[in-house]
Every structure is written in C-alpha cells, then in structure tokens.
C-alpha cells in the first residue's frame, strides 16, 4: 500500500491523475522487468505523452504502448542477447512503429535529463534510419538554418495548441488580477543584490581533493552549528542535552550532533550521516548509520545538513528521537516599490526537440510587448545542448552567433521600458558547463549599446528590484532533490522539495551532484548560498507548475517554455511598511 501511494505521489507532481490501482500494478511489473525505478518511470510516461501527443492522465492501454515505444527498445539495448529474443515478440508492424519513433522519443527523452550519450543512441538506430535521418538533415538543411531569420517568417503563424490553449490560466495565487496591461509610468531598476554572486571571468574545475574536503566541512559547520542553536533555542533545552561533535559516540542516553545526510535508495533506503570533522591522520570524516524507527514523520536527502537528538548503545547506529534541519536565513528588508509591478518569468529550453522555430519564444515577446511588465525573466537555456539540431551540427552559424541573433531579436520585441533579464544556463551549447555559472558572453558591442535595459545575469542569483529581493536558479533542483529524498511524509510533495532549498538557505544542497551537473565545489560555496531570504525564489523544474509560499517567501516553478507555459506576478506596494507574501500574485498560463 505505501509503494502503491509512494508512486502515485509521484504521478501527481507531474500533473497526472491515476484512475486505477491497477495502472500502478503495471507500472511497478514493468519496474521489476525492465529494471529502472518508479521515479525514471514517471519521466518515461511523461516523456511519451508529450512526444505522442497522449493523455496525460496514465491507463494500462497507452502504458502497453509506451512500454513498446520505449522500455523495449532501451532492453535491447542493454543486453544484446535479448534481441532475437524481442525479435520473436514484436511482430513487423511493432517493429516499424518502434523505428520511426524512435529518434523523436530520444529527443524528448534528454530534455528530461534520460537522455543516453551520441554515441550509445546512433548506435541504437538500424541503418534504415539512419538513411531516412540524412534524407531528412538534407531537406532541413535546405528549408531552414536554425537561425532566427526563419523564425521571424514563421513566428506570426501559431499552432493550432497554442489557439485552443492560449491565456489559459493553469494555476492562480493570490488577489486576482483584472488586466496585465501597464496602467501607469512606474518604471524600476534591476541591479544585483548584495549577495555574492559568480564572475564573468572565474576559474573552475582546478579544485584539489583535500581543498574539496574542506569545503564540504567547512560549509557542514556553519550550517550545523546554526541548526543546532536555533534548534536549542526553539526547545529551550540547550543545557538538559549534550552536544557531541563525533558522531559515532556511543552513549545511551540522549545527545545531540549534526552531519551531513547520506541516501541511498538502491540500498533499502539506508541512510547515513556523515559528521562535521576528521580525526587526525584520517581523510573522510566518521560515518554511521541512522535508524529512523522511532520517528513519525522524516524527509532526508543526500547534502543535506541536519541536527539529529539520538542514542547509540553499542555504537553501531544512532537510533534516532528527533531531527531538526530548518534554520532559514533572516528575511530581506521590506521592498520600497511605489506602485504595482507585473513581472514576467519564462523558462527554457524555449523549443521542443522535433520543432527549430522558437515559437513559444516569439508568443511570449509579443504577449510581453503588449503588456509592457516593467521585468521580464527569461532563464536559460536558449541552445539546449541536447536539442537533435545542436547535437547533429545542423545549425548553419556558431552557437555563439545564433544566441546572440536570438538575443537580438528578443529586444528588438521587447518595449524599451521593460527590464529584460536573462539568466544564463549550465546546459547552453555556447556557455560554460558548470554550476554555478557566470553570465552570457556577448561579443556584439551594438547589442549591449543599444540595449540600456537588457541585463545580463549569472546562474544562480538575486535580483534587487526596488528592494524586492528575487532569487533565481536555472538548475532543476527540486527534480535533483526528489530523486535523492527518502521519507515517510504524505502530502505536498512539492512544497515540501522546494522548503528544502529555503531551510539549507542554498540554491543547490545535493550533494554528491547529478550527474548531468558540474559543480565546482569552490564557487558553489561562494555563490551558491543566500545569507538573506529573497521575497521572491525562481525555481524553474520538469516537474508540474506550481505557485507556493513557505515561511513567507513565494516559490514559483513556471515550467518550461517549450510547453508554452509561463509564469506572471504581480507585486504590489506595502501598506504601513508592513511586507506580506500577500503581496504578490502569480498566475501560471499557456502562451
């Protein structure tokens, strides 16, 4: 029963709604038979609906024809030995079905993060698809250049979702708004809070172990230590317990220590802590095994920092009475906006994988330029490497020329009194693969001169608009952390993923990272951590949309622009200088 509501869970906080039990029964059949989790499951049946056009909503039927589409091909891939055996399963109209779906659903496939390397997916395609792929790279080749001069042709005709679709409102927080059109002259400035925030010209990946090892300890402290003094403050019991730096101390009696949590569901959930400090002579730290059978209620993740009240009798494990992990950073200031202020926020990748026109993209601009918001957001990435134009070298200009073509003709839509940002992406084809990263590199100088209110921002940061504080990461770290987490607590799953990031006041806590991120250990501890609560986070994810406020800070999550999905607030001005994430407003609409 609780695998069975464990999974559904997870279909929900994609925005799918199971009817059956007995969907969930087939699900977890093709889990034992085809050897992947629930969690690359979901992913897969999400991956299949959007590249086939399904419902959504999961039935034993389009299951049946995912696992054809998908799951079957990927176990002959795996092991070759199964193949003449699959043979005799399929019969021809299967196996054609399966061929030509076979490179859209790989596309889709790596926007999701389940993508396999070039080379393990060509070699997955028969030599009858490869011919038809080339037929098709020649007619694309000579119809269209991956270049925004095509767009800009065919950018005025929508498709025919974006009609039935458009300005459907998916989600609404708060007071309702009447219009979206600017009503007044309010203008702001957008600047860079004081937080530190990644160089344009830092250095990365020169880290040395030992360096590393000392990061990771020295951020486990500080952390730690602030855990436990709100901790000891909150139960006013500071003095009744004892404090124990080793966590393998063995005592019967209860004490308090902090570490950093190690999970690992490929082992029966076994998860671990790992302490703040090395003893002499010895490079890693002490671990030891938590037991969680007395608790209620828990959500662990690996990087996570958490205070632990336990027992060890014989030194084996800590048998755990409470667990304390949230110590949020004080609130920002209160905003001195004078009037409302609309902000957009779009999210990439800006195109799906079978389309090279940018046509959310241009929807988007041109909804924005006749609402004129005083900030528009738009939060790489704009090449997304993975994209089968990119990673087949089709595009007839550098990644670098046709970004900043792409840039260009997003300010030349845009109205010159509204704030456009664009945070830069780890996973551009033109930018630097790491995290956290720095900004956009525009090499056009007319570009910059000619574009007053065109800002350029790194991965992560906090934006200063008038004091309002708004945090912003392109990373999908709730989708990192959901992988990671091993709990026991039903209900908001969501909101409870995205309290993480807030309580570790850190835009990327996991640790080790995924393995499709490159995180340098010395900028992440630099720049990756808020020492201020922002008003206002940005936390962009594959997951379902989601509008939510946790300890008076709204988290917005506007998907991505490839689904023409977007997010807009409104913020409007204090009321005897008293700030309230009543506030805002956010509404998550189609384009």
Known sequence: MERRESLRNLFQDLGCKVESDAVLDKCFEFCESYDVDVEKLTELWLTFCVNNNTDIDPTVDNLIKMERAILIKDRKVRDPTTKSSVKQEQNTTEKRFITNEASETDDVLSMYGCAEDGLSKRARISPEVEISADARTDKARAECSFSPGFYTENSSVPSQRSITDKEKILLSVGEAIASWKRTGDYDVEVTKSNESHVLSDARYMYEVLSRQGHLLTFVCQSLGGRLFKTWSTATGNAGELRYVKNVRSVSQTNFRTFGRISAKKESANTVTLEGSTRRRGVSAADTIELDFRNLKQYSVFSGQIVAVEAINPVGDALYVKQIFAKSYAPPALTPMIESRVNVFVAAGPFNPSNSTLYEPLWDLMERAASDEPQLLILVGPFLEYTHPQIQDSLISHTHQELFERILTKIMDLARKNTQVV??????????????????????????LQNYSNLKL????????????????????????????????????????????????????????????????TELWEKHAFFDQQPHLMILPSDMRCYCKVINECMIVNPERMHKRVYARLSVKPTVGGKWSSNNISCEIVKV
């Open 457 to 520: 921002m790194p991965d992560p940061c906090i934006l200063d608009v008038a004091g309002l504080k708004i945090g912003i990461t392109s990373v999908d770290v709730i989708k990192h952390i959901g992988k990671e987490e091993i709990s026991n607590v039903s209900g908001d799953r969501l909101g409870r993923l995205a309290d993480h990031v807030l309580a570790q006041t850190c835009f990327y806590p996991v640790y080790p990272p995924s393995e499709d991120l490159n995180v340098d």
């Open 422 to 447: 664009v945070v830069a992406s780890n996973r551009d084809a033109h930018h630097e693969p790491i995290f956290p990263t720095p900004h956009y590199a525009v090499f056009n100088r007319n570009l």
